[in-house]
């Protein structure tokens, strides 16, 4: 899927709510006379629209347009991904739209990466110079990033890092951090006596440098809790029924864990196998926030995730690239981290 973001013109406003431009320019710049009722439609149709005047009128003069490409991905463990990635396109169009911005979306399958190196050439095509890529795999995401050199290309990688991205910026977390955050939460939980850490670990864990980042983190950080000790790590997991069946067998094991650190992505899996086992007092700690487990949060089924906003790390890549193709504005910094933050059945309101 590729598709075109563009922002509502003036124009397009007032053919919709069937009031003239010159109207709208009136109640813009408060002249002339116009009723109540219809400034009061105007002002509703700007507002619903997201319109804001422009701020720079020499590349409206001018018809500069400064497209940029964001190809995230699309996946079944993570389908929350992309909607709040759209979210982050569309908070920029609101403030840099009238400035000429342009963004075009495209979407790959995580199973299949190299769609995305289609994805990218589709764009390159079309006059795209400037690309915000979810990373895909890292094989690929090294022959995309050549590919974007060769042609002089602006690029940020989002969400996830890659070793070689020395030309480019990097927009997301520090995922060893999470993991030393993680084991802050489960430690402070149940430290005071003798307790048992469980860790389910997806299979990615063998190619991804990210999960083994936050396994790291999370072990280096436990030892600081006396009485906390990590059960031996349970990797290889991979579809849902083999988490749900592997997690259910731990907690009947003798010892049972006190807590789970989950790195399988599948925090409702995991949850609904404490629900079904009726262990909802073994504390969960995982991470990003999806519909799925809000009821889990709400319920402290999942007692507290770490959160990485994804719409603002969209927002941000997008920011810094228009500002170099717009306003000449260059970064020496290349690497942007996301605050981290966490999220409990308390404050979970404020994410919703």
């Known amino acids: 899927m590729m598709e075109k973001f563009a922002r509502m013109t003036l124009e397009g406003i007032a053919a919709e709510i069937g009031i003239s431009r010159t109207t709208i320019y009136k109640v813009l710049k408060n002249r002339g006379n116009v009723s109540e009722k219809t400034r009061s439609a105007v002002m509703e149709a700007l507002e619903k629209y997201h319109y804001v005047q422009n701020r720079n009128a020499r590349n409206l003069a001018l018809n500069r347009r400064y497209p940029i490409g964001l190809v995230g991905f699309r996946s079944r463990s993570a389908n929350y991904f992309f909607p709040r990635v759209r979210e ?125 980042a936050r396994l790291k983190g999370f072990q280096d950080k436990l030892g600081a809790f006396p009485g906390c000790e990590a059960l031996p790590v349970r990797f290889g997991l991979m579809e849902e029924d083999q988490i749900y069946q592997e997690v259910v067998r731990r907690i009947r094991q003798e010892p049972g864990p006190a807590g789970i650190f989950d790195l399988t992505y599948r925090l409702d899996v995991t949850a609904r196998a404490l629900r079904d086992c009726a262990r909802t007092d073994i504390r969960l700690v995982g991470f990003d926030l999806f ?26 890549g997008i920011k810094l690239l228009f500002e170099e193709m717009c306003y000449g504005i260059t970064h020496e910094k290349r690497k942007f981290y996301s605050r981290l933050e966490i999220i409990t059945g308390e404050n979970l309101c404020y994410y919703l």
Not at 125 to 141: D, M, R, Y
């Open 88 to 212: 982050g396109s569309r908070r920029a169009l609101q403030e840099f739209g009238d400035d000429g911005l342009e963004v075009f979306l495209a979407e790959f399958d995580v199973e299949e990466p190299r769609q995305q190196m289609g994805q990218v050439e589709r764009l390159l095509e079309q006059g795209v110079k400037s690309f915000v890529l979810a990373f895909s795999g890292e094989e690929v995401i090294g022959e995309i990033l050549r590919r974007l050199k060769e042609e002089n290309c602006r690029s940020v990688l989002l969400s996830r890092d890659w070793e070689s991205n020395r030309d480019g910026y990097y927009v997301g977390v520090d995922y060893y951090r999470s993991g030393l955050l993680a084991a802050e939460l489960l430690g402070k939980m149940l430290s005071g006596e003798h307790k048992k850490i469980y860790i389910p670990v997806t299979r990615e864990y063998e190619s991804n440098r990210d999960i083994q």
């Open 291 to 316: 519909q799925e487990i809000e009821q889990d949060l709400a319920d402290s089924v999942i007692d507290a995730v770490v959160y990485q906003d994804l719409s603002s790390q969209a927002y941000l």
